[in-house]
């Protein structure tokens, strides 16, 4: 039996969506249901995959099965597929089954050619809408099916505008349409050497490859990596019988979401454009209008579309972003998917909608991606910096937050400087899917054109990123690499301030504020913790942090790096002379004067945390860290220590390590000098003690770093617990402790067992344990580590990405010894990697008690941690 590549929109349904595509199998859904649907055919996403097989070529059995849904259309329809008099004309549309940009613009009105156009104009009794509809297909075939620039098209429209004196191309005579379909054709001999294809099948032929191909095409597969979509999934191919919304004053076409996609109020939102047709309200060519203008206009048509969304979110519990086009007063849905939303928006229609009764409260944690609570947790413009500062224009608020950089007026140009450190707003005068790469690396995004649905705003809300578009008073020239606003002329050089909550546009940089959370964000991390079994601590070294970490909902603090405390001014100057000394007592006494800076520093965390766990890792990074490098701060030490500033010198070379992350460092500085150790053992316990007295119920958590066999670590823990033991005898008063190790080295993993007989905790230090099982220094991977992604030899970044199969071995190995030595033992991460969502929901899986990440990353993990949960008890 020959195997079935196409399916017609009413042999489908939504649950099809990894054969049919998202889109065809949502036009199949809404076929079902009733719902107007200009009827049509989805070439599945078998076909694609198929037909990189073929070498990128279409096959017998498809083509005929394509041509056997054509007549099915042509009986539907009443019309005939190249017809002289009467044609059917289609769209051809991408449909990946995940929703992506960088796929295949559309291309409406295929089928037409010098002859059909006569037919057309003659059946609709209406020339200028014909001609119209041929000089579109024209620059949307020869733009996404033959790879021609759509500005050598946009070049010769903006010409017969100027050249007739008017700015809309609407008004545009049929006969200034004739003369452009002309030349559209001449342009298309001179880029490709050949006429224009006049048979309507090979257009369509051309158009499906041309889909297929849009699989592979750049931003496609940056899109994926960013995403993690699978590369094999292929995109279907959607074939619809055209309608049109150019057809005068009682058409048009639009965009709009069943609730607003950047706050998530339940109130129809979007636009739509008389007289038009789709891509036109995406692409900016003119502003378009409200949605809610509409039901004056065409009071009956909004009536059924406002149905039609609540018909829609009810039947997908979700909020839909639905495409429409209204032909001559009559209402056609082409398209309803889950609309993207900002982070904001999303946690706002999850708690309305559990309040709707369309989701239940588990439903609603699984809906938001953890990822997407990042555009929450951004910093947004303080008060006194609006009020100082005065927006030079306005756009409109597409996607909210707050950023500030230098303008970049290329993808190109925004992505390099981003890379190389350098914050920049992308400023363009309309985005494209070609963007996309600048897009991801700016901190914002700036369009003078286009409306809330535009390239620009959609993708910046999917990606949580800040966004103003339709910035009319913003004039871009990127040959020129100027914006104007007024008589001011800005360059490459200049900061700008985009507030994307407001659509103000400020010159300079503004000062930012940590944003405030409560409300329905409160509501939804209330369920997130109701369904959560695993703890998320915080990584914090200072009051500061740990405020942040605490308002952000962090149970406990999981790394806390004493390193940290010692670089403060008032104190590096005695870890110096500690460093340096030749003697023992020399470095004791400097040890004596940093002892009561530790104990007030961990008393003061202590105390902000309160009976929340709180894991301080001893001294771990290489001593030279510390040392100065300045002629200054070397002779002020040298007089310090009564040497002569080159003894300083000599030790400062002396402490040099060729490798220094596999140096002297960690607990191997314990071993070497254990008088280090006992003073944060006794600062760390002092400061518990205090806080006992003070009536808080401290249990310290001890961490030594770096272990890699039981001996070395079982020394250090002997010098901890027996200058424990010394305060204890002192303050007369003994409290309960713990003494853990990070595991961090893989010998330390592959021999678990034996360390957790004399530990009541491991956590996991992801980021040494990455760098030492890949054998690659996180310092210096940058050199090289961006081309194993762009080759795909690295499928992600494992210092972001945990890897699963080498490192999470070793962290599977030593969870599995660990236990089996000491069924007690408390078990965590505290490397970068506990505030990735797809990590957490791993070691979640593996069994660890906790995660610990930076304060910012506390809500995304916790979100994370609580699905991982929800979809174990689903399995």
Known sequence: MTEKYVYSFNEGNKDMRSLLGGKGANLAEMTTMGISVPYGF?????ACTR??????????DLNNEVSEHIKDLEKENGKTFGSTEDPLLVSVRSGAPISM??????????GLNDDAVLGLAKKTENERFAYDSYRRFIQ???DVAMGLDKNNFEKLLTAKKNDRGVEQDTELNADDLKELVEEYKEKYKELKGEDFPQEPREQLDLAISAVFKSWGNDRAILYRKLNDIDDAMGTAVNIQSMVFGNMGDTSGTGVAFSRNPATGENKLFGEYLINAQGEDVVAGVRTPQEIHTLNEAMPEVYEEFATTAKKLEDHYHDMQDMEFTIQEGKLFLLQTRNGKRTAHAAVKAAVDMVEEGLIDKKEAVLRVNPKDLDGLLH?????EAMKENQAVAQGLAASPGAAVGKIAFTAKDAAKRASDGEQVILIREETSPEDLE???????????RGGMTSHAAVVARGMGKCCVSGASEVHVD?????MRIGDQVYTKDDTISLDGSTGDVYIGSLETQSPQLEGNFGTFMGWVDEFRDMKIRTNADTPRDVEQALDFGAEGIGLCRTEHMFFKEDRIFQVRKMILANDLETRKSALDKILPMQEDDFYQIYTLMGDKPVTVRLLDPPLHEFLPRGEAEIKDLALDLNIEPARVRERIAELEEVNPMLGFRGLRLGVRYPEISRMQARAIMQAAIHCHEDGIEVVPEIMIPLSSDVKELKYVIDEVNDEIQKVFEEKGKEIKYLVGTMIEIPRAAITADEIAEITDFF?????????MTFGLSRDDAGKFLPLYLEKDLFAKDPFQVLDQKGVGFLVETAVEKGRSANKDLHLGICGEHGGEPSTVKYLYNVGLDYASCSPFRVPIAKLAAAQAAIEKENK
Do not use: C, H, R
């Open 140 to 142: 949307m075939f020869s």
């Open 763 to 771: 956590s996991f230090g992801t980021n040494d344990l990455t760098q």
């Open 51 to 60: 037909f990189y097989k073929e070498d990128e070529k279409l096959w017998e």
């Open 478 to 482: 990127e040959d020129e690499g100027t």
């Open 438 to 448: 600048g897009m991801v690396k700016a901190n914002g995004i700036l369009t003078a």
């Open 42 to 46: 989805t070439v599945t996403t078998d």
């Open 101 to 110: 940009p960088g796929m295949m613009d559309t291309i409406l009105n295929l």
């Open 379 to 383: 910093p947004t413009f303080t008060n």
